[in-house]
Structures are given as C-alpha cells and as structure tokens.
C-alpha cells in the first residue's frame, strides 16, 4: 500500500474525508482474469469511466495513488466554490447600504479560520459520492498505488498485475511552476496548499490571472487580505473576450485588488523580518513588493510521469497524451480522458470526454470529441461564462461574426437587481441563425448559459430561443432579447417600426 495522504489541518472533517476517497484500512482487492475495463486516475474522468462501465455490466478496476475524486473534489472546484461563497456575503454586506439596508459596516468581521472550516466541512459531505465505498457497490475494484503499463495490455498496481481488454488514462495534471531564482527557497502555495490555509495572509501575491488565479485573488480580498495580482499578459482571463475580461477587471479596481498587467516574476527572497520580496519587471521597469503569502497559478501540467506508456506503445509528450478524435491513444485498446490529453481543463469537460471514450471503447463506436460542445465558466463576480468562438479566436480562423449584445443593467431584472457590470453576447453566422459563440457577464452567468450550449449541441439557432417562452423577470431574459434582436434584422423597415412599438424597444 502506498503511504497514506495528509490533509491538513487533520481535523474531523478532513479525517472524514480521507476515510472515504482513501480509507487508511483499505486492502486492495486480488485481481482475478481479465478486466473490461481498467481506468487508471480517480478524479472526474477516471470515476465516470469506471462507473459507467460497471452500470453497463462490465468487469470494472479503477486505480489512484492518492485521493478519489482527484482535483476537483479535494483541491478544485469544491473547495474553492465554498471560499466564493463566503466571499460572496461579505460582498453583498458591504453593498447593503446600496439597497437601503443600514449596517454597522466597522462590525463586520471575517473570521478567516471558520471560513475555512465551513469549506473543510462541505468537503467533507461531497466525499461520499467519490468515495471507495460507493464505488465498490457499483461493482467497481479499487485500488490504490502507483499505477503503470507493464505490456499492451498489462498494468501493474501494489505487486499486482490487471490484464485488460481496454483501459483509460485519466490521471490528470498538476499545478505548473515557475523558475524563477529564490521562489521555491521562500515557499509558495498552489491550489493544491493553499486551502490547507487557517490563519489568513495580510498580504497575498497571485502569480497569474487565469481562473484559478483571479478567483482566488477575488475571494481573498473580499475576505480582507490585501491582494496584488501580477500577470504575464495584457489582460486578466486571457482566453475570455476582451470586453469580459475588462468587466471584471473594473470590478477588481473597485474592490482594491492590485493589478499589474505586461509584468513577470524575476527573482524572490525571503526579509529578515519573514516576509517575502517579489522582484517583477513590467514595461522594462524593475520593481518589487513585499507579500506574506504568494499563491503560484499559471496552468497545469499533465502527470504523463511514471506510467510506462513506452512500455504500452502509447505516444505522448510535454502536453500530455496523444489521443485521435475519438480519444483514442496509438495503442488501440488505450483511451485518455480529461486534463491528461485535452486543451480545456475542466471537471465536465474530463465528465464528457469519459462518455465519448467509453461509447468507443467498449462498443466499437464513433463518437468524436470534436462533436462535442464545451462551455466553461469562470467564478469570479461577476462571472464569465462562455461557449463557442471568441471574437479573437474567429478573426484567427479567418471566421466571419454577427454579433449582438446588451448590457445586463438595460434588462428590467438587471435593473431591479442593482446590476451595474455585465452584459450578454452572442454570435451569429453571417446570414443565419446558427450560434457560433457566445458570452454572458454576470452572477451566475455560468447557470444561465447551459441554454445555449443546448441551442448550439442541437443546432438550434437564434430564432427558436426567440419563439421559447422566458419567464418575467430574469436576467436570463437578456439572451431571448438578443434572439428578438437577430429576428428583427429580418423585417422589412414598415414591419420593423411596427415590430419595435410592439416590443416596447422604443418606450
């Protein structure tokens, strides 16, 4: 058996945690003939294949060297959602005054060790769905240790050897780090340490302003510290479409979140009085600050380490493993799935490609990735929530736009609400309906998106979301808006001036 993982603090709550994704008595089960299916990796991707599989029958083994549930459950999206969401209500405290609520604002304090605690603890309660437990109920063998190929169709896990028909790569990745001379003397978090935190820093750098990065710099302010954000770039969320981006660094400008754009980390070294000095240079200019904390976030790497994919004949390199459209690797009956193989680094995009591999693996199928509509979700607030094409990304497949939008403070609910950021934009094949992208900036913007990913998995265009019924008042009234918007281009101008009195677009 491996060494068993530490979560610290080590309180009820962790210890809770670590009985169910990986339970310090648990003995591995003894392999017998030959497995369906053998996943190697427990984090979303992993954990779909194998459950999927043995719901349909199959004789099913999974393998992880630490925590089931991976990333997302331990280190990710749970533990971070739970922190935004304390954040949140300091946030709305603050703005109470907006919405005539009168509040001793200099009374208000953030207890940063309960804060944590409540994370720890809702942790906690998700840790059964992953649990080892559950798993083997459906029918699945866990096991845990270093997994690796030792033939085509051979892994070996705990001295044990699992012979498979088919097997999945899903063991994720990890936090990049930098070289920079003197960071890794003076020490520095990752999403991986940084919710092991109890005591909070006065002052925290970020190091890279992708998701992760702003939505933790965001959330720590909001919970007091004092926060510089230093980002390589010219803009915060890099891949979001510039006037998102700008939304929500207006917002990082009110909220007193130090940002500095075009700038890179030179060299570190710890003070004599404890804290630690950055060096950064930005437009050519050498300069420095002092933190007590420095959370390192600019991406991920795939964990191709150790596997013996030579071994397996599977081909992979820096950025993971190799996978056709079908995810399927150079060795036939080896599949990848999630941040191991794909460009989109998400928990659901890990869930779909494991759907996609499983069609394919065990029933001959011809399911492609490429078929597959992703939308992601950033959790700053407000949030940005997009799907398809960028503005950016069109111009660079040399791919004509239509585009429609409208800020979220001219809808009434936008109004009622208080909202003063955000907007709704979608994009529109040149002389058609067919949604070819689309960006939404608001709270909750992620929830409101899901229609129309629905709209362009089924090639729905514009003209059905402007024939479906929404309920008054929403924000997600905005999108029907844009849909009415998109059928007015096709009036004749009498019937347009009619249409537009009909609507109320010129009360």
Known sequence: MPAQPLMLPEDEYNQSLISNVHPP???????????????????????????????????????????????????????????????????EIRQAEKYGIQLDQASVQTDFATVMERMRKQRAKIGPHDSAKRFTELGVDVFFGEAHFVGPQTIEVGGERLSFKKAIIATGGRPRLPEVPGLADIGYLTNVTVFELTEQPKKLA????????????????????????????????????????????????????????????????????????????????????????????????????????????????????????????????????????????????SDASARVALRNALFKGHSKWSDVVIPRSTYTDPEIAHVGLTPDEAKAQNTELVSYQKQMSAVDRGITDGVEHGFAKIHVKPGSDKILGATLVTRHAGEMLNEITLAMTHNLGLSKIAETVHPYPTQAEIIKHLADEYNRTKLTPLVKKAFDVWLGFTR
Do not use: M
């Open 206 to 349: 970020v190091i890279g302003a992708g998701p992760i990065g702003c939505e933790l710099a965001q959330t720590f302010r909001r919970l007091g510290s004092e926060v510089v954000l230093i980002q390589s770039g010219k803009q915060i969320l890099p891949r979001e479409d510039a006037d998102a981006a700008a939304v929500v660094q207006a917002v990082f400008d009110e909220e007193g979140i130090e940002t500095h754009l075009n700038a890179r980390l030179s060299k570190a070294e710890q003070t004599e009085t404890g804290h630690k000095r950055l060096f950064y240079k930005q437009d050519g200019q050498e300069h420095q600050v002092e933190v007590d904390q420095v959370l390192v976030a600019i991406g991920r790497v795939p964990n191709v380490e150790n596997l013996g994919l030579e071994v397996a004949g599977v081909d992979f390199n820096q950025h993971g493993v190799q996978v056709n459209d079908y995810l399927q690797t150079s060795n036939p009956n080896v599949y990848a799935v999630g941040d191991i193989c794909l460009a989109l680094k998400f928990t659901h995009a």
């Open 25 to 91: 008595d648990w003995v591995n089960p003894t392999p017998s003939g030959r497995y369906n299916l053998v996943v190697i990796g427990a984090g979303a991707g992993g954990l779909v294949s194998a459950g999927g599989a043995a719901g349909l029958g199959g004789k099913v083994a999974i393998i992880e060297k630490h925590l089931l549930g991976g990333d997302c459950l331990n280190v990710g999206c749970v533990p971070s959602k739970a922190l935004i969401r304390s954040a949140e209500i300091v946030a």
